[in-house]
């Protein structure tokens, strides 16, 4: 069993940055391969980025690329969201994914079977 606890929503204006965290528990993190996704209100869930296993390999939706920056520390079974430039369109709430699978990136929903409570983000304009 692998619980994931999301933080570092919050409010945010058009053009700032937040910093999403997800903490994993388990003893073989590393083998854990990661994602974020994110849900709007009346939307559905939506992939938004993935990790590997160490990081080297990271996957971004178009709508984030350039933007938001995965990463992990598997010394502290941690994953983070870098956002940038933050735009109300990405006004949702956030949640951190895994599963133990091969060493890539996954996208889809379906794809994952761990997941967190979720984070809002709201951005104002």
């Known amino acids: 069993q692998v619980q994931l606890v999301e933080s570092g929503g919050g409010l945010a204006q058009a053009g700032a940055s937040l910093r999403l965290s997800c903490a994993a528990s388990?003893?073989?993190?590393?083998?854990?391969?990661m994602g974020w996704f994110r849900q709007a209100p009346g939307k559905e869930r939506e992939f938004v980025s993935a990790?590997?296993?160490?990081?080297?390999?990271?996957h971004y939706a178009v709508s984030v690329k350039g933007r938001f920056t995965i990463s992990r520390d598997n010394a502290k079974n941690m994953v983070y969201l870098q956002m940038n430039s933050l735009q109300p369109e990405d006004t949702a709430v956030y949640y951190c994914?895994?599963?133990?699978?091969?060493?890539?990136?996954?996208?889809?929903?379906?794809?994952?079977?761990?997941w967190g409570q979720g984070t809002q983000v709201t951005v104002s304009s």
């Open positions: 388990g003893r073989t993190f590393s083998s854990y391969v």
């Open positions: 990790i590997g296993w160490s990081g080297a390999l990271t």
């Open positions: 994914a895994a599963d133990f699978r091969d060493n890539s990136y996954y996208t889809r929903h379906g794809d994952y079977k761990y």
